[in-house]
C-alpha cells in the first residue's frame, strides 16, 4: 500500500452536494481540507486549547468565533503548527496544488479551523 492509498484511507467520509458545481478550491477544502481537519480534530483542538488556559474564553457563538480568529492572528507560530499538522496528511497531488495556491489554502485551512474549535469550545 503507497502512501496515498494510506492517507486518503484514513480520512472520514464528509457528505458534499455533488450536483452542485464548484470552484477548484471549493473542491478541494471539501475532498481534501474538512475530512483531514477533521480527522485531526483532538490534536488541533488540544493544541489551540493549551493556548487559551489563562484566557477566558466567551459564551456566545459570534464572539467565541472572532476570539479564535484573534489568537490564530496574533499567535503565528499556533497557526503555522495548525497548517503544518494539516499539510503533512496531504498527498503529493495535493501538495503540488498547495504550493501553487498557498495564501488561499491556509486562508481556507484557518476558516475551518476556527469554526470547527469555536463549536467545540
Do not use: C, H, W
Not at 488541533?44 to 476570539?67: G, H, M, R, T, W
Request: hydrophobic share 40%.
Amino acid at each position: 500500500m503507497n502512501r496515498t492509498t494510506q492517507i486518503l484511507a484514513l480520512r472520514p467520509n464528509i457528505i458534499t452536494d455533488d450536483t452542485r458545481v464548484s470552484l477548484d478550491f471549493e473542491d478541494f477544502q471539501n475532498i481534501t481540507l474538512r475530512p483531514i481537519i477533521k480527522f485531526e480534530n483532538e490534536i488541533i483542538l488540544a493544541i489551540v486549547k493549551n493556548q487559551l488556559i489563562d484566557l477566558k474564553v466567551p459564551s456566545n457563538e459570534k464572539d467565541k468565533q472572532l476570539f479564535v480568529q484573534q489568537i490564530l492572528q496574533k499567535n503565528q507560530v499556533l497557526k503555522q503548527q495548525i497548517i503544518g499538522i494539516t499539510i503533512g496528511f496531504f498527498t503529493m497531488e495535493e501538495i503540488n496544488f498547495y504550493i501553487k495556491n498557498q495564501t488561499e489554502i491556509n486562508k481556507r485551512i484557518s476558516q475551518l479551523v476556527i469554526k470547527r474549535v469555536s463549536d467545540q469550545l
